[in-house]
């Protein structure tokens, strides 16, 4: 049974880049595909973006398109999320998740099992 353990959030201001990672201990990476959601306060969690067994393809929301990379590193069992270019809206609680369908929805949450307890990013305007 996996267990995703999230870290590297943290305060920043708008403009600044984090990069958060996604540790897994009981399995590992390379036979699950990954994803990153996320919580702003009072809103539902939304997909933010997601990667293939291998890694050669990702797929990511339009809100974090062209500002947000998902890799993988197999061997240090890690998934990462480099976030650049940070605004306010980003602001959220940044989870992980085994995508669990190996057909559902790269960006429906309902395709994912095995959530981390997930990491704080919080951006300054």
């Known amino acids: 049974q996996v267990r995703l353990v999230e870290s590297g959030g943290g305060l920043v201001q708008a403009g600044d880049s984090l990069r958060l990672a996604c540790t897994a201990s009981?399995?590992?990476?390379?036979?699950?595909?990954m994803g990153w959601f996320r919580q702003a306060p009072g809103k539902e969690r939304e997909f933010v973006a997601a990667i293939s067994l291998s890694g050669g393809a990702t797929y990511y929301s339009d809100s974090v398109k062209g500002r947000f990379t998902i890799s993988r590193d197999k061997s240090e069992n890690t998934v990462y999320l480099q976030m650049n270019s940070l605004n306010s809206e980003d602001t959220a609680v940044y989870y992980c998740?085994?995508?669990?369908?190996?057909?559902?929805?790269?960006?429906?949450?309902?395709?994912?099992?095995?959530w981390g307890q997930g990491t704080q990013v919080t951006v300054s305007s």
């Open positions: 998740a085994v995508k669990i369908n190996v057909f559902g929805d790269w960006s429906s949450q309902r395709s994912y099992g095995h």
């Open positions: 009981g399995g590992t990476f390379g036979g699950n595909r």
